[in-house]
């Protein structure tokens, strides 16, 4: 059974700062790009960032680049987002699906049925 479940969403102030995690389950993540997208109130889903398997190659949104920052640990099979600088315009739900970031770089983001269950972050003062 594949899973990926994301987590560490929540409520913070401009400026500030929250760590997202995608836990991986029932495949080797180390094998795999794992991607985050994000689709907030009234917008279309946008291609966040994307961390490629074979040789750790990342990918940003121009609009989020300098501010975050995707990393992996295989050990736990997890890839985190760090989002720093956050501003009220980051507020989305936040998902990740395996992914080939070649492809998410070219704006061709996997299908719906591939994300998990995404996680509510809200920028606001």
């Known amino acids: 059974q594949v899973q990926l479940v994301e987590s560490g969403g929540g409520l913070v102030q401009p400026g500030g700062s929250l760590r997202l995690s995608c836990a991986a389950s029932?495949?080797?993540?180390?094998?795999?790009?794992i991607a985050w997208s994000r689709q907030a109130p009234g917008k279309e889903r946008e291609g966040v960032s994307c961390?490629?398997?074979?040789?750790?190659?990342?990918y940003y949104a121009d609009s989020v680049k300098g501010r975050f920052t995707i990393s992996r640990d295989n050990a736990k099979n997890t890839v985190y987002l760090q989002m720093n600088s956050l501003k009220p315009e980051d507020t989305a739900v936040y998902y990740c699906a395996r992914a080939a970031c070649f492809a998410v770089a070219a704006g061709d983001l996997p299908g719906f049925g591939s994300w998990g269950q995404g996680t509510q972050v809200t920028v606001s003062s």
């Open positions: 029932g495949f080797t993540l180390d094998y795999y790009g």
């Open positions: 961390i490629s398997s074979s040789d750790g190659t990342t």
